[in-house]
Nanobody
Framework: QVQLVESGGGLVQAGGSLRLSCAVS????????MGWYRQAPEKQRELVAS???????VYADSVKGRFTISRDNSKNTLYLQMNSLKPEDTAVYYCAQAYTIATLQRGYWGQGTQVTVSS
């Protein structure tokens, strides 16, 4: 059974940093594409960062230069390092895993972790 469990969310002031983790069980994380989505109230869900099985990364323009997606293969864990946080980064953040980036929305998802950035 594949499970993704996010952690690391919380309340932080604008300009601060957080690191989200997504622990994967039941699958080898590095063998699949993975991504971080976020959803804020009354906004569409957004793919903020993704990484292919080969390690290629893509970022949404809204987070480029501030967020970094990475993977620790020894821990079977995906990370999202978030720096220079802004109030508009406030959302529930989800990790997802699938065979390709294009199919992430139909893949396995975690339960989400809340990130709140105060101004």
């Amino acid at each position: 059974q594949v499970q993704l469990v996010e952690s690391g969310g919380g309340l932080v002031q604008a300009g601060g940093s957080l690191r989200l983790s997504c622990a994967v069980s039941g699958r080898i994380a590095s063998a699949y594409a993975m991504g971080w989505y976020r959803q804020a109230p009354e906004k569409q869900r957004e793919l903020v960062a993704s990484i292919t099985s080969g390690g290629s990364t893509v970022y949404a323009d809204s987070v480029k230069g501030r967020f970094t997606i990475s993977r620790d293969n020894s821990k079977n864990t995906l990370y999202l390092q978030m720096n220079s946080l802004k109030p508009e980064d406030t959302a529930v953040y989800y990790c997802a895993q699938a065979y390709t980036i294009a199919t992430l929305q139909r893949g396995y998802w975690g339960q989400g972790t809340q990130v709140t950035v105060s101004s």
